[in-house]
């Protein structure tokens, strides 16, 4: 079971990046989808979690109406665009599976992407 995740880098504030994660060895439908994130000297933080079952997805009051989760079943892909993006939002991102989301939190990861670092900075 592998989780692949790219397309962090460097962005002004207020600019848009999309991170990618590929899966292989799973089936990303069969799991809850969930991003993570961890800024310098902080814990990683959930930020969303897409529930395997009614496929909602919450997201945390700090990226919520900016961040956009989804997935792609057929090439097994997940990602997540990220709009007007701001300095506090630099971090190394990670993808992850879990076996469901509780109050909107991924519940028992079962696996993790190794993590792109995304900076916004101008």
């Known amino acids: 079971v592998q989780l692949q995740a790219s397309g962090g880098g460097l962005v002004q504030p207020g600019g848009s990046l999309q991170l990618s994660c590929a899966a292989s060895g799973i089936a990303l439908d069969d799991y809850a989808l969930a991003w993570f994130r961890q800024a310098p000297g902080e814990e990683r933080v959930g930020i969303s979690c897409?529930?395997?079952?009614?496929?909602?997805?919450v997201y945390a009051d700090s990226v919520k109406g900016r961040f956009t989760s989804s997935s792609d079943n057929v090439k097994n892909m997940m990602y997540l665009q990220m709009n007007s993006l701001q300095p506090e939002d630099t971090a190394v991102y990670y993808c992850?599976?879990?076996?469901?989301?509780?109050?909107?939190?991924?519940?028992?990861?079962?696996?993790w992407g190794q993590g792109t670092l995304v900076t916004v900075s101008s």
């Open positions: 897409r529930s395997s079952t009614d496929r909602r997805t």
């Open positions: 992850a599976t879990a076996r469901t989301c509780i109050g909107g939190r991924p519940n028992f990861i079962t696996s």
